[in-house]
């Protein structure tokens, strides 16, 4: 059973830092690029950054490239997105998938003064 756990998520003002984790099992970890997506309500979940299994490179949205990173430990199973520089309009729930239609349940990040 296929299971990714998100965590890391809270309150922090702007200006601010998170480290955001998604802990995953149930499936080979190594065989897949991991993504971190977010949304906020009325609106489509957006593809935040996205870590591949390969050397290819590492892929954000423009709105977070120079403020975040996606990294993954393979020996954890574990991918993390360390978020910097938060800003307001980074408010949102932010999910991981493994991009084969699995998700987590999602970690509220509010960036607020």
């Known amino acids: 059973q296929v299971q990714l756990v998100e965590s890391g998520g809270g309150l922090v003002q702007p200006g601010g830092s998170l480290r955001l984790s998604c802990a995953a099992s149930g499936f080979t970890f190594t065989r897949y690029a991991m993504s971190w997506y977010r949304q906020v309500p009325g609106k489509e979940r957006e593809l935040v950054a996205t870590?591949?299994?390969?050397?290819?490179?590492?892929r954000y949205a423009p709105s977070v490239k120079g403020r975040f990173t996606i990294s993954r430990d393979n020996a954890k199973n574990t991918v993390y997105l360390q978020m910097n520089s938060l800003k307001p309009e980074d408010t949102a729930v932010y999910y991981c998938s493994n991009g084969a239609g699995d998700w987590g349940q999602g970690t509220q990040v509010t960036v607020s003064s």
């Open positions: 870590i591949f299994n390969t050397y290819m490179p590492t």
